[in-house]
C-alpha cells in the first residue's frame, strides 16, 4: 500500500527499467520473409510494402550476406511465379528446377549455415490464387495435401532445412510428415500456420507476389472456407493441437498484432515453440502512418514486436527484421 509500495521506483533510470525488464527483442527472435523472382539484377520495391522488396537469385545472394552479418539467421522464402507457369494444381510448384527450388540451393550455397525455411501453399503458383485446387466452386482438401507433400518433399530435397505450409487444408501435416518420413527426410522440420485466420492484413503480400483470388465465376473470391474465422478462439487451439499430433515442430499464429490473445492462449496450451507472422498489412499500415509524420516508426515498430514477444511468441516472422536489428546495433 502507498507510501510503502511505489511503482514509480522500478522505473526511475533506464539503468533500474533495463534491469527489471521483463522482455527483450534480439536478432535470434526473427524468421525474415524474402521475395524472389526471376531474372538478373532485379531489387523491386513491393508498392505497399515500402523499403521491402522482390530479388532475382544473384541479389537474393546479397541479401542472404546482408542479413547473416546482421545476425539474422532464419529466413522463410517465398516465390513470385510467372503467369504462364500457373495453373489450377500447381504443378510448376513440383520442378526441381523452379524458381523455389534454385531460391533454397541459393541461399544454402551463399550461406550453408543460415536456416532456410519456404512456404508450402499452391497459392503462388495457382492461376486462380486460391491455396489448394479449385473444382466446382470449392477447394478440394485431400487432392491438395498429396501436392503439398509432394512440394514439400522437393524442397527437403533442394535444400530446405524447414517447410512452412500456410493453406490450412486440414490433415496436411499429417501427408507431409509421412511423405518426408518415407523419402528419408527424417530431419526436415515442419513450421505449421496452424492458427491462420481469414485477414484482411495480408492484401500487400497478394500485391508483393500478385496472388490474390481471382474474379471469375465458380471460384471463391476469398479464402474463407479454409482460412479461420476471426470471430473464433476455441477453434485456434483445436487447430493446432492436431497440427502438432500430425508431427508439426513448431506452429504459427497469423496474423500477429491483431491476435495476440490467441498467441497467449496458444502459448499456455501447447508445449512446442509458438511463432507469429506479423504480416504485410501490419508493416504497410505503420510505414504509411511513419510516411505521414503520424507515428514515430521506430518507436512503435519496437513496441509492436516487445508486445507480440510478450504474449508468448518464440519466433517472430517479420518485415522490420533487418530494421530492428540495425537499430539495436
Ligand atoms: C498464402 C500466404 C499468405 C501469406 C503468407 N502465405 C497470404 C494469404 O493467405 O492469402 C501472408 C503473409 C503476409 O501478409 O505478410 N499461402
Redesign the pocket.
Known sequence: MYPLRRHRRLRQSEAIRALVRETTINPNDFLV?LFVVEGKGVKEEIASMPNYYRFSLDLLEKEVKTLWKLGLKAVLL?VKVPDNLKDNSGTEALNPEGLMQRAIMTVKNTCPDMLVMT?V?L?PYSSFGH?GIVHGGQILNDETNSILAEMSLSHAQAGADFVAP??MMDGRIFEIRSLLEDEGFHNTGIMS?SA?YASG??G???DALD?APVDIKDVPKD?QTY?MDPANRMEAIRETQMDIDEGADIVMV??GLAYLDIVRDIKNTVDVPVAV?Q???EYAMLKAAAEKGWLDHDAVMMEQLISIKRAGANIIAS?FAKDVVKLLS
Open positions: 520473409p517465398f512456404d501453399a497459392d491455396d500456410s493453406d500456420y491462420k492484413f495480408y500487400p503480400f497478394r496472388s479464402k482460412q497469423k496474423p507472422y504480416v504485410s498489412g518485415y
